[in-house]
């Protein structure tokens, strides 16, 4: 088998896929100790890949001031390559078509098997040259597309953009992320109609992670599931995030497995800050891992990015409310053997 066709049929199966947070001192310098204990957490949880420099790493690890694009990619694959089993390798690439090949081709030199392709810096490119773009992408590294929602940086793709991209031979999935039904629909009906059976469909919707699974998409008298999921929500709760993902794994939409998707999108508008614009996004990913003793605290790079007013009280209550859908004790057992 292939490489390539070995990678499709991983991404098939259906594997939970954390986005990797970044690790700050308090200097909010590279915590490379907890930098691995993170990594370590996702492998021991049961992650069947990690994401790395991706919107839940900050895109701002690519700026010259700070130099940890490729500190950070090495650190995740060197954890993914101790790994008892195959995991998939994703790194993010960001920016304009010659910044995003050169991040392609560190990807590959580092050994990651595909690319996360965020056209946010293209906000104003015309469809061809978003297609052309993603086609020189291809070239270096299979790709997954990225349908980013506009309120953290994306832009709105059309279904039409999605059909041209599904034609791209060398993308081996898509990561659903606009956070909107309809856009959503938009990329599965592209897909379906396609005829790329071959493309594997991820959720990164996390506020409608359950939703996702449990909906038979039908178009064109052709029906697709999405399988994974790549989710910034699965970097907290990785382990109950893999049973959550077997017990829906083409499942029926029951009231039980209904009523858990409420309680999974309360938590993820808590942790994401949906009060205020996914201001606090990120840190609040951070205050979760913090207090699991994972994180020394939730520094980000921009330092003006912290949790917002009322946010930590409404991360206090949904983790109060739903301890069946977190980490604490499985993190608690193995928390100072990751941090070695």
């Known amino acids: 088998m292939s490489p390539i066709s070995d990678l499709r049929q991983r991404l098939h199966s259906g594997l939970v896929i954390p986005a990797h947070p970044l690790a700050l001192t308090g200097e909010r310098r590279l915590d490379e100790r907890r930098q691995r204990a993170l990594s370590r957490y996702y492998i021991a949880a049961g992650a069947g890949g990690l994401a790395v420099g991706v919107h839940t790493t900050q895109f701002a690890i690519r700026e010259a001031r700070h130099g940890l694009l490729e500190p950070v990619l090495a650190l995740a694959a060197e954890e993914m390559r101790r ?33 996360l ?29 990225f349908y980013l929602q506009p309120a953290v940086g994306g832009r709105v793709l ?50 409608s992670i359950v939703t996702d699974f449990l909906t038979p998409f039908r178009f064109a008298g052709r029906e697709r599931r999405i399988t994974g999921g790549l989710l910034g929500h699965w970097s907290v709760g990785t382990r109950r995030a893999v049973e959550l993902l077997e017990r829906c794994r083409n499942a029926d939409a029951k009231p039980e497995l209904m009523r858990l998707g409420v309680e999974v999108t309360d938590c993820n508008a808590a942790f994401f800050d949906a009060a205020n614009g ?41 983790l109060a409310a739903y301890p069946h859908l977190h980490d604490d004790d499985f993190v608690a057992r193995h928390r100072d053997v990751w941090l070695r």
């Open 278 to 318: 996914f201001r606090g996004c990120i840190a609040g990913l951070h205050e979760v891992l913090r207090r699991q003793g994972l994180l020394e605290g939730i520094w980000c790079l921009d330092e003006h990015e912290t949790l917002s007013p009322g946010q930590r009280e409404e991360i206090d209550r949904v």
């Open 117 to 145: 392709l965020s056209l946010g810096a293209m906000r104003d490119a015309t469809e061809d040259a978003l297609i052309d773009h993603c086609r020189a992408v291809a070239e270096v590294i299979p790709v997954v597309g």
């Open 158 to 207: 059309p279904c039409q953009f999605w059909r041209r991209f599904a034609e791209i031979g060398n993308v081996v999935a898509v990561k659903i992320a606009p956070f909107n039904r309809y856009q959503t629909q938009d990329v599965l009906r592209a897909v379906i109609e396609s005829g790329r059976d071959d493309i594997a469909l991820y959720t990164g919707n996390d506020d």
């Open 83 to 115: 790994a008892d089993r195959p995991l998939v390798r994703i790194g993010g690439i960001c920016g304009e078509t010659a910044q995003a090949v050169r991040e392609a081709a560190l990807l590959s030199r580092l050994g990651y098997e595909a690319g």
